[in-house]
Structures are given as structure tokens and as C-alpha cells.
């Protein structure tokens, strides 16, 4: 057997007992509707008696007429996802997405088949990161590595519950490429999430991995499995682990996730942009509203709003670093803590103006 072979096959081995299975289900409400005909009585299907109701005279139906009756409401199975387990009592890591619904119950099945259900300790305002706790001890765990460390052309392998069906799914590939930037969804409300610096893998990523992790050939954890692009093939993505690593910092000292915030949308400019509307610079954070409907540009209250920043106010400088593509503006306001007091420069038209805030946290 060759080497390579041999320690892909052990890193599964070492890895697989921490992945579990996240089932999603919802309460929804049942209504029992049937066409009823005279002098008969209504029977469900297999011949289960629907429950009579008691109807005025004037109501009673005739013919073929549909009649509602009285259902229950009851727990329906609607998604799945993975996770793993990153601490022995029962600390699971997996994707904001996969928990974003605040009205459903979730329930862990690990790999020996036990089932739990679980509570959602957090999710992570600013990234796809969430943590679920189960109740429950002497867990495996999976060994956490340094996604700073991760090259081009890296193996890697992702285990996960693929498409909600096949439990510990594994599929091995190599790293595309590194600080991507996609736009994905949350939930079913049509939620748009920009998530940056993500990990690009050519290994096969289906619905239902989201949330596994993605493993090195030393067997530790570098990401998170998190979004396919549809109708593409070979082209999967993954979050930082380190990302992830901080939230779970931010859980043990202080019960929470802490961010700092600024309250404000912006687009990063480029010389694209700057010849397409005509700009004066082709770098720094231009202060736009987003398309959803209610967007402002800047939120009212914010540290941003007590800045003064108004909508197209382009933010050049913070704290004297020029912030680029490759420097946005939420990665320098993420390297600060919250209470930090900033200075930011700020283009308005032609004039440059000079301001501080003091970054809050963020909700």
C-alpha cells in the first residue's frame, strides 16, 4: 500500500469517530381535508376514523364538498448538516447555516448511532460559524490545525453527511486557492452572507457536508465546509479554521461571541469601479446601501453614524493603514477589540476629513 494511501486511510480513521450528522426539524401544522358524501362516514387513509365534527344544519355538505377537520401539529424533518466535535463534553462546531433557523429543534447523531438533541450556544455574527452543545461526555474530538499554514495545491480530505443521507461521506482533493470571497445564503429567507478569505477545494463538497470538517494529511482540522457553487463541478469552499478557533475562545472566557462593529455597507474599490462611475481613486471602502429594500447605508446609532460617515463617503485610512481588496475594511475593524477607539480618513467629495469612533459590539 503506498504511503500517501496508508495515511489518508488513518486520518479518516483518527477523524471520523468526532463527525456527526445534524438533523433540522420544524414544527408544522397538520390539516386533515377530505371530500365527504351523503350518509357516509369519513375514514382517514388506512382506515384510521378522522375525528367527527359537529356541523349547524346549514352546513352540512352535500355532494362531493371538501371539510376540514382538526389536525395536530407535529415535528417534521426539514434539513440536515455535519459537524464535529471539538471538545469531549459535547462542543460541536459547525455552520451558522446549517443552525440558522431559531424555530427549529436540532438533534446531533454521532457516529456509534447515539442521538442527542442539542442546544445552539451561538452563532457567529459576522461568519458562517456556529457552536452546538449536546449534553454528554467522554466525546472523541478531532485534533484542530492552523489554517494559516495551508498551501496551493495541499491534500485534503472533507467527511461529512452528504446530501442529509450517507453519514461520514469522505472525499479527498487539493486546495484550489486561498483568500477567496463569495456571497452565500443563510436560511430560507433569502439572507445574503459575504463571507471572505475562504479556502478553495477541488474535493467533492455535496449538501449535507456543510458544517464537516476538512482535514489535512497530519489529521487535523484547517476548515470548514461551507458552500458549492450550483451547476459547477470541482469547486467547493471552505472557512478558516482559525476563524473558528477565536469564537470558540470567546466561548470559554466569556460565554459569548464577541465582534466589533461599525455599522456601515460598503463596496472595496478597485480601477474597475473607479472608471466605471467615475472616481477619483480606485482604492478604500465606498459607503453604499445594499439592495435589499430597507437598507441604509449607515446604520442609525452606529459607531459609524457617530462618526459622521454619510453614504458615499469613501473610507480611505483606519488608524493610517490604506484599506485595498486584499485589506477590506471588516478585516482591519476586526483586528481591533471592542471599545477600541479608531481614526478614519475619509474622502467626501473632494475634500479629506479626518474622524473617530469608538467600535462597539456587535449584536
Do not use: C
Not at 153 to 175: E, H, R, W
Request: no cysteine; glycine share 10%; aromatic share 4%.
Amino acid at each position: 500500500m503506498f504511503d500517501i494511501e496508508k495515511q489518508t486511510i488513518d486520518v479518516v480513521k483518527k477523524t471520523a469517530p468526532a463527525v456527526v450528522s445534524i438533523v433540522i426539524s420544524k414544527l408544522m401544522p397538520q390539516v386533515k381535508q377530505m371530500a365527504l358524501k351523503p350518509d357516509f362516514k369519513a375514514h382517514g387513509q388506512f382506515g384510521i376514523p378522522l375525528p367527527e365534527v359537529p356541523l349547524e344544519d346549514d352546513k352540512k355538505p352535500h355532494g362531493n364538498h371538501p371539510i376540514e377537520l382538526p389536525g395536530h401539529d407535529h415535528m417534521v424533518k426539514v434539513g440536515g448538516g455535519s459537524g464535529f466535535i471539538v471538545h469531549p463534553d459535547g462542543l460541536i462546531l459547525t455552520n451558522k447555516h446549517v443552525v440558522y433557523e431559531t424555530d427549529a429543534e436540532y438533534m446531533v447523531l454521532l457516529n456509534d448511532e447515539r442521538e442527542f438533541p442539542a442546544k445552539v450556544l451561538s452563532r457567529d455574527p459576522i461568519n458562517d460559524v456556529a457552536v452546538l452543545k449536546i449534553e454528554a461526555s467522554n466525546l472523541p474530538i478531532v485534533k484542530i490545525g492552523n489554517s494559516d499554514t495551508i498551501e496551493l495545491g495541499q491534500t485534503v480530505i472533507a467527511i461529512g453527511n452528504a446530501l442529509g443521507l450517507f453519514t461520514n461521506t469522505v472525499s479527498k482533493g487539493i486546495v484550489s486557492g486561498l483568500g477567496r470571497k463569495i456571497s452565500a445564503s443563510l436560511g430560507q429567507e433569502g439572507v445574503i452572507e459575504n463571507l471572505r478569505h475562504v479556502i478553495q477545494t477541488d474535493v467533492a463538497i455535496n449538501q449535507g457536508n456543510s458544517g464537516g470538517p476538512l482535514v489535512n494529511l497530519e489529521g487535523e482540522v484547517v476548515g470548514i465546509n461551507t458552500a458549492i457553487i450550483f451547476g459547477a463541478q470541482n469547486i467547493g469552499f471552505a472557512l478558516p479554521i482559525n476563524w473558528a478557533k477565536r469564537d470558540l475562545d470567546d466561548l470559554v472566557r466569556l460565554g459569548r461571541i464577541i465582534r466589533p462593529y461599525i455599522g456601515l455597507r460598503y463596496v472595496m474599490l478597485d480601477k474597475e469601479l473607479k472608471e466605471k462611475y467615475s472616481l477619483a481613486i480606485d482604492y478604500g471602502a465606498l459607503v453604499i446601501k445594499d439592495h435589499m429594500p430597507a437598507s441604509k447605508a449607515v446604520v442609525p446609532g452606529s459607531p459609524a453614524d457617530h462618526a459622521g460617515i454619510k453614504e458615499n463617503d469613501i473610507i480611505l485610512e483606519i488608524n493610517g493603514e490604506k484599506l485595498t481588496e486584499k485589506q477590506e475594511l471588516a478585516d482591519v475593524v476586526e483586528q481591533h477589540q471592542v471599545g477600541d477607539e479608531i481614526t478614519l480618513t475619509v474622502l467626501r467629495g473632494k475634500e479629506t476629513l479626518t474622524t473617530k469612533t469608538r467600535l462597539e459590539e456587535r449584536k
